[in-house]
């Protein structure tokens, strides 16, 4: 993602939820000196060319697995976005998770010994738990940021785990992201973790708009499995059983 394209979007998201762009600045830099730099090309070379599942922690994650297990679809490449993790690893271990470390970490970490990769991102609410997880992560990890990044990171666009996910597996060619516990609604999932329901249905409208953003702006090729909650403006919704589009 060009910094000129991505710098406008995240604007409006300070404005709107007032962050400390400093803070966002300090937590980069202190991601990039404790990361240990892995081969980007080695995380591409998972995702070009592939279909993918991004697995959002909304109410419908469960239902969504189930129904994706039974229609042999957890053969693509998986993607959790941080708490998700832990309910697809029910089913297997997902080749990629996207975190700013909030949900349960030893599931995650279970995940990365077992050979996921990692897509750490670095906020300046993060830059303790930051501190703590990265030194255990000696291989196959990724650095992000919201900002202009500093060496060894990546600002592939987005803000939530979830559609930051969606943009990475997008900027690394994947050739369509199927979206999975995305519900994006009022009613918050319980692998979401402890979390300020205001500012998460707050967090959600970005994530919507963003995700709306990517298939206008850059012609994302995603689709959207989720059972219930919203309907995501520009992305056409599948139905997990039958594949009609409704």
Same mark, same amino acid.
């Given at each position: 993602?060009?910094?000129?394209?991505?710098?406008?979007?995240?604007?409006?998201?300070?404005?709107?939820?007032?962050?400390?762009?400093?803070?966002?600045?300090? $937590?980069?830099?202190?991601?990039?000196?404790?990361? &240990?730099?892995? &081969?980007?090309?080695?995380?591409? &070379?998972?995702?070009?060319? &592939?279909?993918?599942?991004? *697995?959002? $922690?909304? #109410?419908?994650?469960?239902?969504?697995?189930? =129904?994706?297990?039974?229609?042999?679809?957890?053969? @693509?490449?998986?993607?959790? $976005?941080?708490? $998700?993790?832990?309910?697809?690893?029910?089913?297997?271990? #997902?080749?990629?998770?996207?975190?700013?470390?909030?949900?349960?970490?030893?599931?995650?970490?279970?995940?990365?010994?077992?050979?996921?990769?990692?897509?750490? +991102?670095? +906020? !300046?609410? %993060?830059?303790? =738990?930051?501190?703590?997880?990265?030194?255990?992560?000696?291989?196959?990890?990724? !650095?992000?940021?919201?900002?202009?990044? #500093?060496?060894?990171? +990546? %600002?592939?666009?987005? *803000?939530?785990?979830?559609?930051?996910?969606?943009?990475?597996?997008?900027?690394?060619?994947?050739?369509?992201?199927?979206?999975?516990?995305?519900?994006?609604? /009022? @009613?918050? !999932?319980?692998?979401?973790?402890?979390?300020?329901?205001?500012?998460?249905?707050?967090?959600? /409208?970005?994530?919507?708009?963003?995700?709306?953003?990517?298939? /206008?702006?850059?012609?994302?090729?995603?689709?959207?499995?989720?059972?219930?909650?919203?309907?995501? #403006?520009?992305?056409? +919704? /599948?139905?997990?059983?039958?594949?009609?589009?409704?």
């Amino acid at each position: 993602m060009k910094w000129e394209k991505w710098k406008p979007k995240y604007e409006q998201i300070v404005d709107k939820l007032k962050l400390d762009k400093d803070e966002d600045i300090r $937590a980069g830099r202190i991601l990039s000196k404790l990361i &240990n730099g892995s &081969n980007l090309s080695d995380l591409e &070379n998972l995702l070009q060319g &592939n279909e993918c599942i991004v *697995f959002g $922690a909304g #109410p419908s994650l469960e239902k969504d697995l189930e =129904k994706l297990n039974e229609k042999g679809w957890l053969d @693509k490449v998986l993607i959790s $976005a941080d708490g $998700a993790t832990s309910a697809v690893m029910e089913f297997k271990v #997902p080749e990629i998770i996207v975190t700013d470390l909030d949900g349960f970490l030893e599931d995650q970490l279970e995940a990365w010994r077992k050979g996921a990769w990692m897509v750490v +991102h670095g +906020h !300046g609410d %993060n830059i303790g =738990k930051i501190r703590k997880v990265i030194p255990q992560l000696t291989s196959r990890v990724i !650095g992000t940021v919201q900002v202009n990044e #500093p060496s060894q990171l +990546h %600002n592939f666009g987005g *803000f939530t785990d979830g559609d930051r996910a969606v943009f990475m597996a997008n900027e690394l060619g994947a050739s369509k992201i199927i979206l999975a516990g995305m519900d994006l609604g /009022e @009613k918050i !999932g319980r692998y979401t973790g402890e979390t300020d329901e205001e500012l998460k249905e707050l967090k959600l /409208e970005i994530c919507e708009d963003l995700l709306s953003w990517l298939v /206008e702006e850059f012609e994302a090729n995603i689709a959207n499995v989720t059972s219930e909650g919203k309907l995501i #403006p520009k992305i056409p +919704h /599948e139905d997990i059983r039958n594949q009609q589009v409704r």
